[in-house]
């Protein structure tokens, strides 16, 4: 031991003496000074930068209105900052832009009603396209692979990140015109070819946000123009992540690969665009496809109500959209003002444009302009609000009320008696009154449920039952009904039962108004007549036989057991109502009565894919037999992902491997689900406590088993039952249809890889791109 501390003191202090014999013999004072050395290159960038963004909106673009020359005479200009985000979140300048394309437009009044305004873009006044390019080198490609002129792009090397965009070709820059600089003008910028930090393209457009300001001024201005907010549309269409909350993207519109806001669409989408190509493709039908923003959007969002109207391209392009809520309440979408209050040809006939060509309606508007469409529709009970009954459908909804005054079972005959208080605008209904003649769906007569709760909270619908009340007249303000012994027999003393209401009525303006059962519409679609609103009537209420006991709760009726939020399904559908139009079912407890775990079988087993052959003509490929049971989360999944026996494409379906129609991101579960909850419970199972789903195997067989419930949800949207797929699942502990097990299927382990915080967890995989 001393030997071997003794050598590596010696090592040390050797080492010593060795460093200090660099002195040379001096006193360890510092040397003279040695000669300048030759100048070095000035440092370069002043300040740090960054050539690369994790996603869309770490990228920043501002314009500077006072840099910047888009009006009048004088020569093309434009500055921009842009800031980028660094991998570990600082904002830095963004350095090395290569191609921006700049978009330019002013508001003018409309040609023929002062009372509205147009955008004008200026390239596409010029002739030039809707854009501008702008880079380095003042020359590009466009998008058929042709040289052209494109603005010089010149960043500051005093300043990285800011750039100024010149014209040096002969002439002013294509997006200058000589408009009225007291107008306002919209600048946005586009950027091209950014990529990601592991140098993978961007997946989103890479937008600024839109510049509104008066040239003359240089002070920034309000659109009167905009009345769509990007708010209302992003209910159905959500949000881009990374976004401040004044500066909402919208996620999922499918078309040029979503230009993210409703200020970007009209760039492009305006008067200038309409002119000369008002037809539909085909030439024989002047009131198609018009592709300036109102008209366009109009018809889309009402193409699956205009499909045998339309022709041609315009058939192919709007005849499928399903629009999930009433295309008559206008201020789901025009929630901006009052501006959409102005009737104008387009617009209109971008909705009404199935009429026939004798059709009094059509022969009275011939040759109309827009100034006599303000003279009629300009106020009063003709105006669009009032047309269309705007607001109608609040006030509709508690026309009709009903609550249970009695209910018991006659202790001889078995019969089961329900008494109902019926009001009509809080008023008791007149003795001799009938729902018959005001219920609102075809093949659907007016009846209450009245469904069983099991233990475990969840409906029984082997005990289902129904009241019916069709050519029942009132007595003292109720209804009476009675259950057949037969039927009540499947209720016992102690049973929690749900009274719920399976049908609609038809109202206007606060009124109960007749239907009429000869319409020809499809069974259970609304058969309203004289503008009549298929709405709810109001009655859910909990019982227990023979009484004495608490009533046990649904799991619909139970928050803490809940993953979904009705109000999320009506940020898109605006009244759960119009998913089942003739049963009014407003609230999920009410679907819950039928669509539960334990509704074996469908009527929609099959999944129904189609696809575009050689010709252009769309056919139909058939995956039969893929699902036996009617639960409301297999028949949700199932519906919005397109995995659906559909005849022909509507709604929602799947085209050429690509979901249509569904306006969300289909993998961003909080577009339907709550924000704060998982989805998974702490033993594995799924948060409602559902440990088992009844299946009907093979279809209409009458054999019952039991599946796994998590599984049965995540099979529901992905269509890959794959051999390889159904051995995951049971390896994972799933029971499937073709175990043909009648026990309890357990609670499989699908949380160990896909709960929640797992790195195949379902809030990584499936988060979408919302906030």
Request: proline content about 5%.
């Amino acid at each position: 031991m001393m030997k071997g501390w003794s050598y590596v003191w010696l090592v040390l202090l050797g080492l010593g003496l060795g460093l200090g014999g660099c002195s040379d013999g001096d006193d360890g004072q510092d040397g003279a000074p040695g000669p300048e050395g030759p100048p070095g290159e000035s440092g370069w960038p002043p300040y740090p930068i960054v050539q690369s963004v994790s996603q869309a909106s770490d990228l920043v673009l501002v314009v500077d209105p006072s840099a910047t020359v888009i009006s009048g005479d004088q020569p093309f200009q434009i500055r921009f900052t842009a800031q980028g985000r660094s991998p570990a979140g600082a904002e830095q300048a963004f350095h090395g832009l290569s191609k921006v394309a700049v978009y330019v437009s002013h508001q003018a009044p409309a040609e023929n009603n002062e009372a509205q305004s147009i955008w004008v873009n200026h390239a596409m006044a010029n002739g030039a396209g809707f854009s501008m390019y702008c880079t380095p080198s003042g020359i590009t490609t466009d998008r058929g692979g042709n040289e052209v002129q494109a603005c010089t792009l010149v960043e500051d090397p005093e300043a990285p990140g800011t750039y100024t965009g010149t014209w040096e070709h002969e002439g002013n820059a294509p997006v200058v015109m000589d408009s009225d600089p007291n107008a306002l003008h919209r600048i946005m910028v586009r950027s091209y070819d950014v990529v990601d930090h592991n140098g993978m393209p961007i997946p989103d457009k890479l937008l600024s946000t839109v510049q509104d300001y008066i040239p003359a001024s240089g002070d920034a201005a309000d659109s009167v123009k905009d009345i769509v907010s990007n708010q209302a549309c992003a209910r159905c269409h959500g949000t881009l992540n990374g976004f401040a909350e004044d500066d909402i993207r919208l996620a999922a519109i499918d078309a040029h690969h979503n230009y993210q806001q409703v200020e970007n669409c009209i760039a492009c989408h305006n008067r200038a665009l309409a002119l000369g190509d008002a037809d539909n493709g085909s030439g024989e039908d002047p009131k198609g496809f018009n592709p300036d923003f109102a008209p366009m959007v109009h018809r889309l969002h009402a193409g699956h109500h205009l499909a045998d109207a339309l022709v041609g391209d315009a058939k192919a392009e709007f005849s499928h959209i399903g629009y999930p809520a009433r295309g008559t309440e206008c201020v789901l979408c025009h929630d901006n003002g009052d501006g959409w209050q102005v009737a104008s040809v387009q617009a209109c006939e971008s909705c009404h444009i199935n009429f026939t060509s004798d059709d009094s309606l059509v022969l009275n508007h011939d040759g109309v302009t827009d100034d006599a469409c303000v003279n009629c529709h300009g106020s009063g009970n003709l105006s669009p609000a009032n047309a269309h009954r705007v607001g109608d459908t609040e006030l509709a909804k508690a026309v009709l009320t009903m609550s249970v005054a009695s209910f018991e079972r006659d202790a001889v005959s078995g019969d089961m008696t329900a008494v109902f208080d019926v009001m009509v605008n809080g008023a008791a209904v007149a003795d001799g009154f009938d729902l018959t003649p005001y219920h609102a769906g075809k093949g659907v007569l007016p009846e209450i449920t009245i469904t069983a709760v099991n233990a475990n909270g969840f409906a029984d619908y082997g005990r289902h039952k129904a009241f019916h009340l069709d050519n029942m007249t009132a007595v003292g303000g109720q209804l009476t009904s009675v259950l057949a012994a037969a039927d009540a027999m499947v209720f016992a003393d102690g049973d929690t039962v749900v009274f719920a209401p399976h049908f609609a009525v038809c109202t206007q303006g606060g009124e109960l108004v007749a239907s009429d059962p000869a319409l020809e519409v499809g069974p259970r679609q609304p058969i309203c007549v004289d503008g009549g609103i298929q709405s709810p009537v109001a009655i859910f209420e909990y019982a227990v036989v023979g009484g004495g006991a608490e009533p046990v709760m649904l799991q619909t009726d139970t928050p803490e057991r809940m993953s979904v939020d009705v109000a999320k399904c009506n940020s898109c559908h605006d009244d759960l109502t119009l998913v089942k139009k003739a049963y009014g079912n407003s609230e999920l407890a009410q679907c819950s009565q039928c669509h539960n775990s334990s509704n074996a079988g469908s009527y929609h087993a099959g999944v129904n894919l189609f696809v575009t052959n050689t010709s252009g003509d769309v056919e139909m490929e058939q995956v039969p037999n893929q699902y036996f049971n009617r639960d409301l989360m297999t028949v949700s999944h199932r519906f919005h992902s397109g995995a659906w026996d559909l005849d022909d494409p509507h709604a929602v379906f799947i085209l050429d491997n690509e979901l249509t129609g569904y306006p969300q991101q289909l993998n961003h579960c909080a577009a339907c689900h709550k924000d704060d909850l998982s989805l998974f419970a702490e033993d594995g199972g799924l948060r409602s406590a559902k440990r088992q789903v009844q299946v009907e195997y093979p279809p209409f067989s009458g054999n019952l088993y039991q599946v796994s419930p998590v599984t049965e949800a995540c099979r529901s949207c992905h269509v890959h039952n794959t051999p390889t797929a159904l051995s995951h699942f049971s390896n994972n502990g799933a029971v499937l249809a073709e175990d043909m097990s009648t026990a309890v299927a357990g609670v499989e382990s699908c949380g160990v890889c896909h709960a929640e915080g797992k790195t195949f967890g379902i809030d990584a995989m499936h988060a979408g791109s919302a906030h």
